[in-house]
């Protein structure tokens, strides 16, 4: 067989119509499991009440979205032209703006600028006073930038160690300008910015060579998780993150007092009594470190190490990870007392899974992550405080409300 028979048998295969076929059943199977699914005879309409509560939400959230988008780029815009007219008409301004003007900028570049006098004559800054070695250059480089200032008089002494110097004992806080990309949050038009580039560059990998394409892919992906999650790289990936990638928090109002409650909550090793995914909980013998043993995705025992690092006693409980865990997390357990004899429990925790946000979204689209089992350990609680309150006998918290004698009206 010819070489260009091969080519065109090969082109024919590929749009051979048992291809259209494959691709036509294949939608039908997804279309028909849907409207399965939607229309069942008995979850049906829960199910599609649950989309149209879910569709309702996320055009919400996009218009939302869009409405900041737009304001922050409004704002950006008249920020911009405003920085425009001061760099053009700055120049007119008199010794006495010009001394806020340096004061303020000084206040960015060091770390006690009030060990710094400053002077302006005749559009001249001059400065004198103290400051630390790393930090004159910045600084006397931004004032020359200011508008206005014709020339900068830098009369101050510099010092490597501030422990000789009073005026720069004390701690401090340099906070240099920095560009948007770099900040741990991002605004609205940013992430709009850096997702509109992130879909540029997935258009443009269809048409590179394959080693690029795979490059502009893994970039756009990367773009896309950081405008879509506004968290930081190394909390998507969990690089450096300690314990803070992932935060949580959950409350739940339970119709007991806070005393009925906190021996439940304080003595943990219990827990196993009530939640089904906590196997054993040992606790040492000072009672501040404890050993976990829970039931992960698919069946898969997890271990865990805790350390108490704060108790009040019917308030609060605090805790953290021992060091060298492979799932590193810290929170705080809080009980509030509420009206009609109620307590409020909230879980505050923030913990790092394996592959950081990432990781954490796997997780969640499983129904695995800390977030959900949090949510059912809290109802679970909450039933099992609550029944426990009517087998002994004792009147909820509404009846003994509602039994209560009112004062006549």
Known sequence: MRTHDVDSLVTTAAGHPWTRTVRMLGTGAAAGATIQYLFDP??????????????????????????????????????????????????????????????????????????????????????????????????????????GVKAVDARWKVHRAPSDVPQLQGPGRVRPPAPELLHQHWAPSARFVTGTAAAALWVLARRSHPAVAWLLRGLGITLAARAATNLPLRRLTGINAGRRAIDVNRAISIAAR?????????????????????????????????????????????????????????????????????????????????????????????????????????????????ATKLKEDLMRLKSYVESQRRLAGEPTAEAAHAAAPHPAS
């Open 258 to 370: 806070p005393e009925d409650i906190w021996p439940l909550i304080s003595d943990y090793s219990i827990f196993a009594t009530f939640m089904p995914d906590v196997r054993e909980v040992r606790r040492s013998a000072d009672g501040l470190r404890s050993h976990w043993e829970i039931t992960g995705p698919a069946g898969r025992l997890i271990r865990l190490d805790a350390i108490e690092t704060s108790r009040e006693e019917g308030k609060h409980i605090a805790w953290k990870s021992a060091e060298g865990r492979l799932i590193a997390h810290a929170g705080t357990v809080r009980l509030t007392p509420e009206e009609n004899g109620r307590t409020r429990v909230q879980v505050q925790m923030s913990y790092n899974p394996v592959v950081g946000a990432a990781g954490h979204a796997i997780a969640r689209l499983l129904g695995a992550d800390p």
């Open 42 to 147: 008995e979850c049906g309409r829960s199910r599609r009440a649950k989309v149209r509560d879910q569709a309702a939400h996320a055009v919400h959230e996009l218009t939302y979205g869009a409405g900041r988008v737009g304001r922050d780029l409004r704002n950006r815009s008249r920020g911009i032209a405003a920085q425009t007219r001061f760099r053009l008409t700055g120049r007119s301004a008199d010794d006495r703006i010009l001394h806020e003007r340096v004061r303020a900028e000084l206040g960015r570049y060091l770390t006690h600028p009030h060990a710094v006098h400053v002077s302006v004559e005749d559009h001249v800054a001059r400065l004198e006073g103290d400051v630390l070695s790393g930090e004159e250059r910045p600084a006397e480089r931004a004032v020359r930038r200011i508008p």
